[in-house]
């Protein structure tokens, strides 16, 4: 099981990784454990909607993995356009029983800003998960902490900027490297992994690297730092532990 969390690509990043399993032959199925909005019509995920894990495992069931597109796991459509996420206790049941291969869930909201921090009830990660992904856009640096961040307290308790603060290169470090930031959530056991999207220009995936080198020197518990730009048909990517890229 993977969760993604944080803010600047979340939802474009678990569609892809989702899109990617099941290319590889997985039944991999995507969904939240909070709230997003429904997948667009253009691509390849399907909403299934559940009440319980009871509905949700019947529709698994119905599921046809030899055709096109993916399941995308929710409770109920809400209105305006919201889709309620399961449960994080759902997405275990659901794989205990064999019904996937592997889930992608969103663990956070964002409200579509390109960097957060997290509160104190957030974010909702299953215990079963195996990976943990925690995501900045990079099109924060530069700007104000108070117009770039969601969150904008807790980001600025973690990072000691004020609301008209420029946002850096050490402060999404900081982001990283804080017990409270980027990593709080991450299950025991969990492989955790940083990623920098948004890097789409040389100038930016210079600063990336640069920053990538600071948060594995650090004191989080991110083993691998991923320096990529996700928008557009083809995604670029930069794999990055031990300080040094692999």
Known sequence: MVTVVGAGGKTTLMYRVVSELRAAGLRAAAGTT????????????????????????????????????YPVLGRALLHPGKVDGVAPEWAGALLDAGLVDCLVLEGDGSARRPVKAPEEWEPVVPAETTVFVAVAGLTCLGRPAGEASFRVERFREITGLGPDDPIGPQALARLFTQPRGAAKGCPPGARAVAVLNQADNPRVWARARGLAGAILGGEARFGRVVVCRLAGPEAEWEVWERGEPV
Do not use: M
Request: glycine share 14%; net charge negative.
């Open 34 to 69: 909070t709230k997003i909005f429904p997948p667009s019509p253009e691509g390849e995920g399907r909403l299934v909607l559940g009440e319980d894990p009871a509905a949700l495992a019947r529709r698994l069931e119905a599921w046809d993995w030899a055709g096109p597109g």
